[in-house]
């Protein structure tokens, strides 16, 4: 059996870098993980606060599944970042998103 390194696996099954394939799914690849650390950011917040998610949900008007979905990187908008730190109290805000650089909220 012949062993592949990250790379040569996404070269093979998606495609080389820079062809349309492989541009788009690097793209989808950052945006999951923006999902992901926004939605992290979310949680630490509601955490260090002590809420629950349902106390969250009742703050922003969603129920706690919603709040769940949100925390996990799942539907993610730009409202619903705003709604979630405006109910947690936090008056402006910007991420650190690691390699992907910093994103001001508001």
Excluded at 39 to 53: C, D, H, M, S
Excluded at 57 to 76: A, H, L, P, T
Excluded at 92 to 98: I, T
Aim: proline fraction near 2%; charge should be positive.
């Amino acid at each position: 059996m012949k062993t592949m390194t990250h790379e040569q696996m996404l070269d093979k099954y998606i495609g080389k870098v820079g062809t349309p394939e492989r541009d788009e799914f690097d793209a989808e690849v950052k945006e999951a993980a923006r999902e992901y650390f926004i939605g992290e950011a979310i949680k630490e917040t509601r955490k260090k606060q002590g809420l629950t998610q349902e106390e969250l949900g009742e703050r922003m008007g969603v129920k706690k599944s919603y709040v769940s979905k949100m925390e996990s990187g799942r539907n993610i908008a730009y409202s619903t970042i705003m709604r979630a730190f405006k109910a947690l109290g936090v008056p402006s805000a910007s991420l650190d998103l690691g390699s992907f650089g910093r994103v001001a909220l508001w």
